[in-house]
């Protein structure tokens, strides 16, 4: 097999590459690098920079490189940016993602693995999500990731492409310092900036139905969610021919927003910046945690990092793109 990986330059994307690399499997990235980095990628793995609404160049690459799989990371991400700029999102995670399976059927490539997201589930009213969770999005970043799941479901049927699509719960911490998550979008790395310029970490709402008030989630170490994607990789190599699978990837734990922000503030070693309660954002559900049932049943996966793991490696990366933390 020999495996593209779009997006592969990013966060999540270098991480995959590293792991499935260092697997044995052979990989090339696709990516605009406009949110990518080249330093992250291993070195000898094949970098081809382009966008795959690049209908051309991505028949010259699937044919160069002799493409017999696909990871599908790369994707407009930001919640609140979709909710500003919608036909961006469509245009780059659905468009995007037309094309590239357009290509995937042109060249016979007979394995797909999509990035989804637990955003396809919106908020729902469950103590823990399973896979059977009706998907409701309430924005249209998790409106473009249910879609894309429906084309990749679609076209793996009718071409007798085998497919994954992957739900990611909440991705945190980094594998090496160099690899960290370097954007301030989620919540570790906006409490990180926060305190490193000695303001204290804000939490949005304390009346939720909680046992603490603030909002609980299920957060997945970026190391771990690589691993998955090796084995879902290797699950769609052993059966070609097609077939879907679609799994929750995280831990199973909730985690407060509370919680983050004590253990963040003893990780830096700034417990006494307090965090600051603020109203609620529109559209945040007072508990998301998945069921991960399925996918250890299906590919024997289960996560290994705790949330003090994820915290620690996501500041140290964090120190080390941002020496000002450590001068304070």
Known sequence: ??????GGAGYIGAHVVRVMAEAGERVAV??????????RLPQGVRLVQGSTLDRELLDRTFADLGVTGVVHLAAKKQVGESVEQPLRYYRENV????????????????????????????????????????????????????????????????????????????????ARPELADTGVSNIIPMMFERI????????????????D???????????????????????????????DLTVNIGTGQGVSVREMAQLIGEVTGRPELAPVVEARRAGDPARVVGAT????????????????????????????????????
Request: with cysteine.
């Open 95 to 174: 468009h995007g993602l037309t094309v590239l399976l357009e290509a995937v059927v042109a060249a016979g490539i007979g394995s797909f693995l999509f990035s989804s997201s637990a955003a396809v589930y919106g908020m729902p009213d469950v103590e823990l999500v399973t896979e059977d969770t009706p998907c409701r999005p309430i924005n249209p970043y998790g409106e473009t990731k249910l879609a894309g799941e429906w084309l990749v479901r679609a076209s793996g049927a009718a071409h007798s492409i085998s497919t994954a699509c992957l739900r990611y719960f909440n991705v945190a911490g980094a």
């Open 213 to 243: 008030g603030s909002c609980i989630r299920d957060y997945i170490h970026v190391e771990d969610l690589a691993s998955a994607h090796l084995a879902a990789a290797r699950r769609l190599a052993e059966r070609p021919g097609g077939g």
């Open 30 to 39: 696709l990516d605009d690098l406009s949110s990518g980095v080249t330093e």
């Open 1 to 6: 097999m020999t495996w593209l990986i779009t």
């Open 293 to 328: 049932e399925l996918i250890a049943k299906e590919l024997g996966w289960s996560a290994r990092h705790g949330v003090a793991a994820m915290v620690r490696s996501a500041w140290e990366g964090w120190c080390l793109h941002h020496p000002e933390a450590v001068r304070r």
């Open 196 to 211: 490193t310029r000695g303001e204290a970490p804000r939490i949005f709402g304390d009346d939720y139905p909680t046992p």
